[in-house]
């Protein structure tokens, strides 16, 4: 029987079961566009952590501020130990980031940040502009879990600008915990839990950049960049190894510095003249922003007289500022 005479049944049963479909998963779009601006870093060393505690393992210079963790969470506080950012957990399971000052011997009540939206936020890190901060943060501008975000204060508005997500290889779809620059050790520490077992995290330190430098994506695979991106190998982003050797000379130092601070438990008197000097420069430097925006908004009349004070204000910041680093310069170790 040919088979076009076959019953239609029959014609069914002999033709061949088609094979599921299955839909390839679509990559994120800005997955791509992160790796054709990502950031050209060097990565000098890593280490692997509790998850709870990692913090006590960054050796953060103390005239740049202090780590510490309450419950697995971080809580910076500036160097002069009068400005704290904390991470408070909520009662819908997520954590915003709050904000506390050190006022006649004692903190005030911890308030909410604002302009960083409502998404889960985490372990806060002020650099010592007292503007700049970056923080890890959930939502929708995130890849996956948590991405490093970056916002300026607005002095005017009392509030801090828009965030951006800093982009790769600080972003992934893993979870991207932390993030601080130690201008004085002129070295940088990002925390992720990238390929790590539950409750560990890495600890990559990396040399910051004064400008931002860009991978030539046109010089390098698709798969390379993606492994630059993900940080599988630091030794891959070292080039001839003469900025690493130094930053590892500084890591080194730090490291020890900090075992000496524990060790010693107490600051030197010279160490607390120094933080002294940099507290009072750190005041006059708010004064003196004071009384740049009140010369903005004033009369002819008013501008003279400020004028003159904005001088003198200048002048004695800049003596200041000249007087802490000479006596800095003393100080082989700070403790």
């Not at 006649?104 to 909410?112: C, I």
């Not at 943060?137 to 600008?161: M, P």
């Not at 990396?206 to 991978?215: G, N």
């Not at 890591?251 to 507290?279: N, V």
């Amino acid at each position: 029987m040919l088979w076009w005479t076959m019953p239609a049944e029959a014609q069914r049963r002999k033709q061949p079961a088609k094979k599921p479909v299955v839909e390839e998963p679509v990559e994120d779009p800005r997955i791509a566009q992160m790796l054709a601006t990502m950031q050209q870093i060097t990565f000098i060393d890593s280490m692997v952590v509790e998850g709870a505690d990692f913090m006590a393992h960054i050796p953060l210079s103390p005239n740049v501020g202090k780590l510490t963790q309450a419950d697995g969470l971080g809580v910076f506080t500036n160097e002069m130990g009068d400005h704290r950012l904390s991470t408070l957990k909520t009662s819908d399971s997520t954590a915003v980031i709050t904000a506390s000052d050190f006022i006649a011997n004692r903190w005030t009540e911890a308030q909410p940040i604002g302009g960083i939206g409502s998404a889960s936020a985490v372990n806060p890190f002020l650099m010592p502009d007292g503007i700049t901060l970056y923080y890890a943060q959930k939502g929708e501008n995130a890849l996956g879990g948590y991405d490093i975000f970056v916002t300026r204060y607005d002095s005017e508005k009392g509030i801090f600008l828009r965030p951006e997500n800093i982009g790769m290889p600080f972003a992934s779809e893993a979870n991207d915990l932390f993030f601080a620059i130690d201008e004085f050790n002129q070295l940088g520490y990002f925390v992720t839990d990238r390929r790590q077992p539950r409750g560990k995290v890495c600890i990559y330190i990396f040399v910051p950049e004064a400008t931002r430098r860009t991978y030539r994506t046109e010089a390098y695979s698709d798969g390379q960049l993606r492994s630059l991106a993900a940080i599988s190998r630091i030794a891959d982003t070292w080039g001839k190894g003469g900025e690493r050797a130094e930053a590892v000379e500084r890591l080194q130092t730090a490291r020890m510095t900090k075992e000496k601070a524990l060790t010693a438990g107490t600051k030197s008197p010279a160490q607390t003249e120094i933080d002294q000097l940099r507290h009072e420069a750190d005041v006059m430097g708010k004064t003196l922003a004071l009384m740049r925006n009140q010369y903005a908004a004033a009369n002819e009349g008013e501008r003279v007289t400020l004028r003159i004070k904005i001088l003198n204000a200048e002048q004695q910041l800049e003596a200041m500022q000249r007087d802490i680093r000479n006596k800095e310069k003393q100080i082989p170790y700070k403790q």
